[in-house]
């Protein structure tokens, strides 16, 4: 037995004990106190490292002073048939003089210098009378708080009151909302009406358009024939006169 292992204290010194139910966060605190007259170093690990959150895990005790280390269960579905294997080691050492890098002082340390405290991790539930007596002050709690909820009824109408100009400010943004949705329906409204009176006005001018060239092509048709019989007199009269003359 070292001597490191002789002057360190752990509370608890053997079991970690978390209570369920285990549907939240469970925390157990560890202490450890180095009586000694050097500083110590000191590292927790755990079997587990996913299902735990240990704070601090790693650090300095100064002579005579003591340190206080939350060990946090994170939540899980817990099996009573299935018995828990995990464990918690806390590594000790003495500090060297003017320590500097905690990391290569662990690498470099020699085995006879370490001592290894191992902790049990415990897992207990409450039992059907713990949960009766979580129920019954619930249950005594209308009776015996009589005095506290009279005394609290008065701070009711500041509460509603609270929710009055809550619901006021709701009511009015609402209000604002609809009469902005109305703004843009109306321009969406006029929007529809201009294209339709573009639309319009283009059928219009091409309605025109058409018509102007529909009547040209009439009068060039119909300018054609009385072109043609113009030539055909000239012609007729020209051979006439030769055959006369």
Same mark, same amino acid.
């Given at each position: ?23 939240? #966060? ?6 450890? &106190? ?5 500083? #110590? ?8 490292? &996913? ?14 002073? $003591?340190?206080?280390? $939350? #060990? ?11 018995? $828990? ?5 806390? @590594? ?7 320590i500097t890098d905690l990391e290569a002082m ?9 001592? =290894? ?14 949960? +009766? !007596? =979580? ?31 809550? +619901? ?7 209000? &604002? ?13 006029? %929007? ?5 009176? +573009?639309?319009?006005? @283009? ?6 358009? !058409? ?12 300018? %054609?024939?009385?072109? %043609? ?17």
């Amino acid at each position: 037995m070292s001597k490191l292992e002789q002057v360190l204290i752990l509370d608890p010194p053997s079991d970690l004990k978390f209570k369920g139910p285990f549907t939240d #966060v469970v925390t157990t605190n560890l202490k450890l &106190r180095n009586p000694s007259d050097r500083k #110590v170093c000191f590292k927790v690990k755990t079997t587990a490292p &996913r299902r735990y959150c240990v704070r601090p895990n790693s650090g300095v005790i100064e002579p005579g002073a $003591s340190v206080t280390i $939350s #060990v946090m269960l994170q939540p899980f579905d817990y099996d009573p048939n299935e018995k $828990s294997k995990h464990k918690f080691m806390v @590594q000790t050492i003495f500090a060297p003089p003017n320590i500097t890098d905690l990391e290569a002082m662990w690498k470099d340390a020699k085995p006879e210098d370490l001592m =290894d405290s191992k902790l049990r991790c415990v897992f207990e539930l409450p039992s059907e009378n713990d949960k +009766m !007596n =979580d129920v019954d002050p619930i249950k005594a709690a209308p009776v015996l708080n009589t005095s506290k909820a009279d005394s609290t009824s008065g701070a009711k109408p500041s509460s509603l009151s609270l929710d009055d100009t809550e +619901m006021r400010k709701l009511m009015e943004e609402c209000k &604002r909302l609809q009469s902005e949705m109305s703004k843009l329906a109306d321009e969406n409204r006029q %929007l529809k009406d201009e294209g339709l009176r +573009m639309r319009k006005a @283009q059928r219009s001018d091409n309605m025109v358009s !058409n018509t102007a060239a529909m009547m040209r092509k009439e009068t060039s048709s119909k300018s %054609l024939p009385s072109l %043609l019989v113009v030539i055909a007199a000239i012609f007729i009269g020209f051979f006439l006169g030769k055959f006369v003359l």
